[in-house]
């Protein structure tokens, strides 16, 4: 029998999906130190060369990321609300009913406007202000997150507790429009649970059928 001579692919397969495996770490790795370094410094004085420094790679490589620091910043927030999606959704999964659902989704939207502050901070300051927001992947991103909330919406209607003459598209922009408003310029964690109370029970008054 013979054999197949070697091509100049073959072998390339092991070293292609290694390369790999190294560039999403090194993905990681950037987008971890870009997060922290926004967290500390802002947007305004945050520098490539510290976010480099901090993830112990050359300033070249962080433009194989991003090819801006706003773009950069993009990416983390983009990141984060990956998180996010999938932590709140395995929540809510194991949440039954219309009050207890709401009550998760409101105490994880309080909590990301107190305990992330700072990046919620540059999210509706440096990037939902963006002229193109509305053509980027946080816009696509923010619209995933906010769908969550629109299901548990969905469902409640289904099930008769949710009046059918509201408009989903503006409870939602009451829901976080408001908890935005009221954490953004800042919340005591000891006032948080207070709170949250208050506009859960408002919320779900405004909700119930009559």
Do not use: C
């Not at 420094?53 to 983390?76: S, W």
Request: charge should be positive; aromatic fraction near 8%.
């Amino acid at each position: 029998m013979i054999e197949p001579h070697a091509t100049p692919e073959a072998g390339r397969g092991p070293r292609r999906r290694r390369a790999l495996v190294h560039n999403r770490d090194r993905e990681r790795e950037v987008l971890a130190a870009a997060h922290q370094v926004f967290l500390d410094k802002g947007f305004a004085r945050a520098t490539i060369a510290e976010i480099a420094a901090r993830a112990r790679v050359a300033e070249g490589t962080i433009y194989r990321f991003a090819p801006t620091k706003r773009a950069l910043l993009e990416r983390v927030i983009v990141d984060w609300y990956a998180g996010m999606i999938e932590t709140l959704r395995g929540q809510l999964a194991g949440a039954a009913g219309l009050e207890a659902r709401l009550g998760l989704f409101a105490r994880h939207q309080f909590t990301i406007f107190t305990d992330h502050a700072p990046l919620s901070r540059l999210l509706v300051r440096e990037l939902r202000t963006s002229a193109d927001y509305r053509e980027s992947a946080l816009h696509k991103a923010n619209r995933a997150y906010t769908a969550l909330f629109l299901e548990i919406l969905e469902d409640g209607r289904r099930q008769g507790q949710i009046r059918t003459a509201m408009s989903p598209a503006l409870l939602r922009d009451l829901f976080f429009g408001t908890i935005e408003h009221a954490t953004l310029a800042g919340l005591e964690p000891a006032r948080r649970t207070s709170r949250e109370a208050e506009f859960l029970e408002m919320f779900l008054m405004l909700l119930r059928t009559r």
